[in-house]
C-alpha cells in the first residue's frame, strides 16, 4: 500500500520558520515528480512547489518564491518544504503528491496520483 505521511507542521508566529516532510512508503518515487499543495480555510487547494525527479529542477507558485525551498532525498524516499519568513496567509494545510507518470516537475494537481493526508500550518501575526 502506498503512503505519503507528511509531518512538521505547527503554529509558529509569523517571520518563523518550518520544514515540512513527506516519507513515502509502498513503492519508490526515486524516479517520479513530486509537488506540494496548500489549502487554506474557505480556499480551494493550489499548487506550492515542485521537484523533479533528480531535484535538478524546481518550480515554485509566485506567492512563494524566495520563501520556500523544495527538495529530496531519494535514498530516503522524502521530499521536503523549508519554509521562511512565514507569513499569515501561508496558514493552510500542506499536502504532499507525487506523479507515477511525469519525471519532471508538475503543477497540475491532476497530474499527481499519489497524496498525502496533509499537515497543519498555523501562522499567527
Known amino acids: 500500500q502506498v503512503q505519503l505521511v507528511e509531518s512538521g507542521g505547527g503554529l509558529v508566529q509569523a517571520g518563523g520558520s518550518l520544514r515540512l516532510s513527506c516519507a513515502a512508503s509502498?513503492?519508490?518515487?526515486?524516479?517520479?515528480?513530486m509537488g506540494w499543495f496548500r489549502q487554506a480555510p474557505g480556499k480551494a487547494r493550489e499548487f506550492v512547489a515542485s521537484i523533479s525527479w533528480s531535484g535538478g529542477s524546481t518550480y515554485y507558485a509566485d506567492s512563494v518564491k524566495g520563501r520556500f525551498t523544495i527538495s529530496r532525498d531519494n535514498a530516503k524516499n522524502t521530499v521536503y518544504l523549508q519554509i521562511i519568513s512565514l507569513k499569515p496567509e501561508d496558514t493552510a494545510v500542506y499536502y504532499c503528491a507525487a506523479s507515477t507518470l511525469f519525471r519532471t516537475v508538475v503543477v497540475a494537481a491532476g497530474n499527481y496520483d499519489y497524496w498525502g493526508h496533509g499537515t497543519q500550518v498555523s501562522v499567527s501575526s
Open positions: 509502498g513503492r519508490t518515487f526515486s524516479s517520479n515528480a
